[in-house]
């Protein structure tokens, strides 16, 4: 019958694990395991697996810890600048349309002027419509109008230190 239990069991496998086994253990140790059936099995049974392990920590690449912390920096990077630009992309988008409408109220109101100057140069520019509603709406609402742009000139300056204050962090 073979045995269950063997007192050097641990000792063996102290042995393999640390990697003493086979050429750097005593030979009182060799002794046992060629005597022992419990120990000799356990020999050829951890053995395969313990070389299977090293092989397997050998053949693995970590990163260095300096291309990992480079590869953090640039993410970081990456990450503020986008998040910097964000609200100057709003704020310019604002200041497009402020001054896209104010471009287009002057045209407007200065179109008679500039039909009669077109006129005395030989050119025959359309009509447009009466300008005088656009007027009269406008200064009917000149209050919230008036409200509405001291925001924006108020909003611009402070997203664009938002903005900036961002990108430090
Ligand atoms: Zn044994």
Redesign the pocket.
């Known amino acids: 019958m073979r045995p269950t239990e063997?007192p050097?069991?641990q000792d063996?496998m102290d042995a393999i694990a640390s990697g003493r086994w086979p050429h750097r253990c005593d030979a009182e140790l060799h002794a046992?395991?060629e005597a022992?059936d419990?120990?000799s099995d356990l020999a050829e049974v951890v053995v395969p697996i313990r070389d299977d392990f090293e092989q397997t920590l050998y053949e693995a690449r970590v990163p260095t810890a300096g291309a990992t912390w480079w590869r953090a920096q640039v993410r970081a990077r990456l990450e503020a600048r986008e998040a910097a630009s964000r609200p100057i992309r709003a704020v310019t988008a604002v200041a497009l349309a402020c001054s896209t409408g104010l471009l287009a109220a002057v045209l407007t109101l200065a179109w008679p002027w500039m039909r009669t100057w077109l006129w005395a140069q030989g050119i025959d520019a359309p009509v447009l419509p009466d300008p005088s509603g656009v007027i009269a709406l406008l200064a009917g609402r000149g209050l919230p109008l008036a409200i509405g742009a001291a925001l924006i000139a108020l909003a611009a300056p402070v997203a664009l230190i938002l903005a900036l204050s961002e990108r430090r962090h």
């Open positions: 063997c050097r069991e063996v046992h395991v022992c419990l120990c």
